[in-house]
């Protein structure tokens, strides 16, 4: 299991990878928590779905491209951020945290996963 968050009041946004038997599933949550999107990962590839009118697919469509090399692994991803009176700065910062977000949840992955799992 992994868990921890980036950036500072309402940006802070929490990463959470929880194993499902040897599937992950891994929550993006911030602000009002809800469910604007969910991604599966099988087999190397992958779908989104989002909610209408959310836009939580920006941070699950890079997170899901870097992971769909896990081919032996399910991975489920769902998001929910909402933040009220959110500027695009706001934004920014949260796609960039969701950068370093992603390597973290890659090199968590390849480190647990390694002996068990064949991967590109």
């Known amino acids: 299991m992994l868990n921890f968050s980036l950036g500072k009041g309402i940006n802070k946004i929490n990463y959470s990878v929880k194993e499902i038997g040897e599937d992950l599933e891994i929550f993006i949550t911030g602000g009002h928590i809800h469910i604007g999107g969910i991604g599966l990962i099988s087999d190397g590839v992958y779908n989104i779905l989002s909610v209408r009118n959310h836009k939580e697919f920006e941070l699950i469509q890079p997170l899901a491209d870097r992971l769909k090399k ?40 390849s480190s647990e996963y390694e002996l068990f799992h064949e991967f590109e």
């Open 70 to 109: 896990y081919h032996d692994i399910n991975i489920l991803i769902i998001a929910g951020i909402h933040i009220d009176d959110i500027t695009l700065d706001d934004i920014k910062e949260i796609l960039e945290n969701n950068k370093i977000a992603i390597d973290r949840i890659d090199k968590y992955i």
